[in-house]
């Protein structure tokens, strides 16, 4: 029998000595595991992968990129440019685009007062706008009237006219109110129930 160090080996003891060697050489060379080739893959799941629900990331992605609709009748549109411009920069809550149409946009900030006869023009406004879809009453006109709320020509506030989510009050509001107030309506909307109920639409299915 020819073996790896070329020599031939004949008797049995021998044959039994030079196997006993091979294994006693791999034994000594075997004390350390030989690495996983996957270990890499139990670092990079940690490091990568996040378990979280369908409407966490939903409502993650709308609050990060809420865009208003451009309906702004009276003076608080001034605090509103300043909260567009750079120094406020309402880029940083990914709303900076003012969208001029409506089909486009899913916030309604009532920067103005509001008359009687801009308020069918308004709600238009608002029906236009896709859902889901949001308001923030911005200024003591947008929360009530203001000033001129016992005219009989302005509506006592926006809510009669659209369902508003967010108040924000002063007249104006600074702008820093008014980030405040896009903040507690970003905490709103990270609260939504963003998928569909399956199970209740089944069985609305089932009744039609
Ligand atoms: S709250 Fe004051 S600043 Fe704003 S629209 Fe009314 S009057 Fe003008």
Request: proline share 8%; hydrophobic share 40%.
């Amino acid at each position: 029998m020819e073996m790896s160090d070329s020599k031939y080996i004949y008797s049995d003891a021998e044959l039994d000595r030079h196997e006993g060697q091979v294994v006693e050489d791999l034994k000594a060379r075997s004390l350390e595991p030989i690495a996983d080739p996957d270990a890499w893959l139990d670092e990079e799941l940690k490091r990568n992968i996040v378990l979280t629900s369908v409407d966490t990331v939903l409502n993650w992605a709308r609050r990060s990129s809420i865009w208003p609709a451009i309906c702004f009748p009276a003076c608080c549109a001034a605090e509103l440019m300043a909260v567009e411009g750079p120094r406020f920069d309402l880029s940083r809550f990914g709303m900076e685009i003012l969208r001029a149409s409506p089909r486009q946009a899913d916030l309604m900030i009532t920067a103005g007062t509001l008359t009687w006869k801009m308020a069918p023009s308004v709600r238009r406004i608002y029906d236009q706008m896709p859902e889901p879809k949001w308001v923030i009453a911005m200024g003591a006109c947008g929360v009530s009237g203001g000033i001129f709320r016992s005219s009989y020509a302005v509506v006592p506030g926006y809510n009669k006219i659209v369902p508003v989510d967010v108040y924000v009050p002063g007249c104006p509001p600074r702008p820093e109110a008014l980030i405040y107030g896009i903040q507690m309506l970003q905490k709103k909307i990270a609260k939504m129930k963003a998928v569909p109920d399956l199970p209740e639409m089944l069985r609305k299915g089932d009744r039609a």
